[in-house]
């Protein structure tokens, strides 16, 4: 699977599972886009701004609990029939979203919404890795990652559109936005169903006779849509297959035998999850309760920020598969914190308005949005074939449980304090990517180029297995 050259097969792996991340960017931004109209009886729920924050957190513990459980079943039942079915479960969750009476029934269907999306994360995230060639996998990975802002941009767009009480009545318009969000999860689920399972995991856990098969289709797509022949394969790798990995294999792998990438994996993960899971549910709260900007306004201001967040990880991306993960991940983590201590200063002093501000959000999300994307290429990357999945799930459950939870929580609390507060959960934020960055120095693996195999070693791997095995 490394020595296949880019062809169209590629691209229909990236679109029919990359494009997961445009709904979680929708499904993020739309709340945040439609908070103040939510806050209003006419919008049939009348929720408070406190409870804006705790819709944001549920979806969040959904999302959490959505990745730990689905992570386990992903690495016992394989890639594809996860990412079909986690698909579903967010097509159904965010339809029901639309029919929302109450804020309980609300607040239900955010959580089941998030573990869709949560679930889809470690069953997409290493099914791609495992697809595509060593040489692409930071570029792919990050633009990938970096599509959830798509998803952010169409969603402010929309949310404006349709948030216009001259066009829709207040009750109305909201759950448009959930309803459509559901028609862009079915296109892609049609598109993904002509994904293959992923070779790697059949080779382990199941069948090698079908995973041979499947890379034989493969390699015929790729000869015929390139016109080149193949590379003759001159490295092997002998495995015990195994049909389930528990869950006390995977603790142990990760705390054991690779400490120093679980604390690296965490850190990463509470970083990034605190910034942006406190900065975009809230942010439109901030714009219309502190800076008095209409409601139908405030959506737009995510726009130039999905803008700036999209291009980070798109323009950096190749720079992690050149110049080297460990320089770029530290870079892009802590020169964002620095950037957002100077915009925390600036704001707590009365110097930012509305659009200033916005501006100073697309220069420090340009650098972090690289940094929070290659933040699940790491923990793809670093850990056994066997225990993909869930590393992925772990750490995005842990990371974002702490920051991703907190974070909006706290934020709503600190907007109904005012400027100061907010600054403070600022400055909290950067001292976190700080952190991070510094984790990185020291403790980041240089993956840039390397095979899966190579960089952590299958557990199932025979150990007779000659020195230059490794690449599958």
Known sequence: MDRLPWARWHWLVVIGLGTVWIL??????????????????????GLTTGQIGLAAAIYVAGACCGALVFGYLTDRFGRK????????????ATVATAFSFNPLFFFVCRFFTGAGIGGEYAAINSAIDELIPARHR???????????????????VLSVFLLNTAIFPPELGW????????????????????????PRWMFIHRDLRAAEEIVDGIEKQV????????????????????????????????ITKYPKRFVLGLSLFIGQAFLYNAVFFTYALVLTKLFHVPDDIAPWSLLPIAVGNFLGPLLLGRLFDTIGRKVMISGCYIGSGVLLVGTGILFQARILDAVTLTIAWVIVFFFASA???????????????????????FFYAVGTGLGGIIGPILFGQFIGQGIDAVALGYYIGAGLMIAAGLVE????????????EDIATPLSVDANTSEDGGKG
């Open 138 to 156: 930071g570029t792919i990975d990050l633009a990938i990652n970096g599509s959830y802002w798509l998803g952010t941009a169409f969603g402010a």
């Open 223 to 254: 000869e015929s849509s390139t016109g080149k022949d193949l590379d003759k394969v001159d490295q092997t790798i002998k495995v015990t297959q195994r049909k389930r990995t528990g869950f006390g294999e995977i603790v142990k792998v990760g």
């Open 24 to 45: 979680d960017g929708l499904e993020v931004t739309i709340v945040g886009s439609i908070a103040g109209r939510l806050t209003e009886k006419s919008s049939g729920l």
């Open 441 to 452: 120095v020291f403790l980041g693996v240089n993956a840039e180029g390397r095979s899966l």
């Open 175 to 198: 759950r448009l936005a959930f309803g459509l969000g559901a028609v862009l999860g079915l296109t892609i689920l049609l598109v993904r169903r002509n994904v293959p399972e992923s």
């Open 371 to 393: 940094g929070a994307s290659a933040a699940y290429l790491t923990v793809s990357e670093i850990f056994p074939m066997e225990t993909r999945a869930m590393a992925i799930a």
């Open 81 to 92: 029939r996860m990412f079909i079915i986690t698909l579903g479960l967010y097509l159904l």
